[in-house]
Structures are given as structure tokens and as C-alpha cells.
């Protein structure tokens, strides 16, 4: 069976990858080091026409951060009008706000063009790069200003508020507070898919196994490829499947199975799982794994991928964009 996207369910629209932050759960690597592209109206068009024509009637606008440039977030809420696309809530870090008078300002804008929900991202994650204080800042512009409030997650304010607010704190900081297993809780209090720079921060803490056994535990093929409860677009037109981030389809493709031709990642994934694109890596590029034990299939197979970018320099469009794995 060929993998096909020809519905989607719920998602996202990313408007960019450039972010004041580089939290280490980050799915997408999203940090300064990116290009400070945003998506321009004709890819944010061509991006909802396609999710609407797919079925799906009502999407997140996330990033990267979205705030950092506000007019042409506004510009991207016009579009989703236009494209009869409700947007849901955009998220947000918080790293713009500079007073609370500007931060009033730009969100009356935004409910102009039809936002009414703000999620607002609160976890140790984020304080390590944007102090507390400013996070406080954008809640009280939000109800100062009727913007509706969906805080992520507001387990974490009473851990945020034994600290001081007006600064930033490592994730040392706080195991050293609240104990050295504190970031081995966070799996449980955060919803954290393992790519990107999670599998940097939390590969250890899976049991670990040898790649047979790895190998042998998931016989089949990554049929997760397929899941579209929880899609993303970025703002190239890469289609992220199964929230595997660094892997892409593109937008014109969605609605069509793929072929083995276009897609022979993709494709060995979906069919053949982890085993065949490993032996794929090892015969034709000469891949060999850098460690005896994985914690996950997921580590082993982003190992290849970016080995396949970073040290055979491989242009794909399978694994897009490029910077996902050399920033």
C-alpha cells in the first residue's frame, strides 16, 4: 500500500521556522539561527486552499513565532478569511512583548482581522530564553483587550513563579530546585513528540536497545506517516507527515499516493519501516550507525537522515527544509 495523504483532519500553519528561542523540546528546530523568511500571502494561499480542499475546515497558525512579525500574521489572518479557513488560535512565545501598551495594540489588530484565541506557551522550556515577566505581560494584554487565553501549559506557573520573573533560567536551574529527575517529568507534564531537539534532550531516558532489537520491534512499516489529526504545513510548502519533522511532501502531491520514484524514503518508510531504510542507507550511501544502543526508532532513523544530508550533502525534496539539519 503507497502512502497517500488524501484527507486532512486538524493541524497547523507555520509561518515560519525563525524563532527568538531555541527550547531543547522543539520538534522543529526552530531557533535565531534560521533565516528570518515568513510565509509570503501566495504560500500561505496555495497552503490553505489545498489543507480546505483536503477536508479540513479549521487550523492552528504556529511557527517559529508568529508575532514576531505582526502585519504579516495580520495578512495571513485576512487570507484565512478569504479561504473560508477558521483559525483556531495562533501560538505564541511571548518574546515580542515590550509594553503593555504596544502588546494591547497589536492584538486589538489581530481580532480585527478575526483572531479570538491566543496560545500562549508557558513551560521551563521557554524560560530559558524569555524571562517569565513577559509572558505575564501578553496574559494581561489579552484580557485587557478580550483576546481569549489558551495557556501551554499552566501546570508549569507555579515551577516558573519560584523564580524570579524578570529573567531567564536554564533546565539546570530548575533540577536543581526541584530535584535532578525534574526533566525526566517534564515527558509526562508536556505533550513532547520525540524528533528535532527532543531527541537531543531525551533519548536517554527511553530503555535502551541494540539496533537488532530495534529492528525487530517494529517489523512493519511507519504507518504513522499517514496520521492527519495533527498535520503541519510550512512556509515552503512542505507537508510534514506523521509529525516527523525534517521529512517533507510536498503540497502538490497531497491527494495522490506517492510513488517509490519521487518519494523512495517515504516510501520504504511507509511500506518496509525502519529496517528497509536503513539497509537503503547502508547499501547505497554507505551509512553506518555512529552507536551500538537507541533508545527509539526515531533516533535511529533521524541519525540516517541527517547523515544523508550533512555528510553526503544529499538534496531531496524528502527531506526538507535542508536547515532542519545543518543549523
Not at 521557554?126 to 478580550?146: D, L
Request: a neutral charge.
Amino acid at each position: 500500500m503507497k502512502l497517500a495523504i488524501s484527507s486532512l483532519r486538524s493541524g497547523g500553519l507555520m509561518t515560519n521556522y525563525y524563532c527568538s528561542s531555541a527550547c531543547r523540546h522543539c520538534l522543529y528546530r526552530c531557533s535565531p539561527k534560521w533565516p528570518k523568511d515568513y510565509i509570503t500571502p501566495e504560500a500561505a494561499r496555495k497552503n490553505l486552499e489545498t489543507i480546505r480542499r483536503l477536508g479540513c475546515r479549521s487550523i492552528h497558525i504556529g511557527g517559529g513565532e508568529p508575532l514576531l512579525q505582526p502585519d504579516r500574521l495580520a495578512e495571513v489572518l485576512d487570507l484565512a478569511r478569504e479561504t473560508k479557513m477558521t483559525v483556531e488560535y495562533v501560538e505564541t512565545n511571548s518574546s515580542w512583548f515590550q509594553t503593555h501598551d504596544d502588546a494591547c495594540r497589536i492584538l486589538e489588530k489581530l481580532a480585527e482581522k478575526g483572531l479570538q484565541t491566543l496560545l500562549i506557551s508557558i513551560s521551563p522550556f521557554h524560560n530559558e530564553f524569555i524571562p517569565f515577566a513577559k509572558v505575564k505581560g501578553v496574559i494581561h494584554a489579552c484580557r485587557q483587550t478580550g483576546m481569549s487565553i489558551f495557556p501551554w501549559v499552566a501546570d508549569f506557573i507555579d515551577d516558573l513563579d519560584a523564580f524570579d520573573e524578570t529573567c531567564t533560567h536554564t533546565l539546570e536551574e530548575y533540577e536543581q530546585r526541584f530535584g535532578k529527575r525534574y526533566r525526566q517529568t517534564l515527558l509526562q507534564r508536556y505533550w513532547i513528540s520525540m524528533g528535532g531537539r527532543a531527541l537531543d534532550t531525551f533519548t536517554r531516558f527511553p530503555p535502551q536497545k541494540t539496533i537488532e532489537q530495534i529492528l525487530s520491534q517494529n517489523p512493519g512499516g511507519c504507518f504513522e506517516l499517514a496520521e492527519v489529526s495533527h498535520f503541519h504545513i510550512d512556509p515552503y510548502g512542505n507537508y510534514i507527515p506523521g509529525l516527523c519533522s525534517g521529512l517533507s511532501l510536498q503540497r502538490e502531491d497531497l491527494g495522490s499516493p506517492l510513488t517509490s520514484k519521487d518519494y523512495p524514503i517515504l516510501s520504504r518508510l511507509y511500506e518496509q519501516g525502519i529496517r528497509e531504510f536503513l539497509a537503503y542507507a547502508a547499501k547505497e550511501y554507505g551509512f553506518r550507525p555512529s552507536q551500538a544502543h537507541y533508545g527509539l526508532k526515531c533516533e535511529l532513523c533521524y541519525e540516517i537522515r541527517r547523515f544523508l544530508v550533512v555528510e553526503k550533502d544529499i538534496h531531496s525534496q524528502e527531506l526538507q527544509p535542508r536547515e532542519h539539519y545543518l543549523l
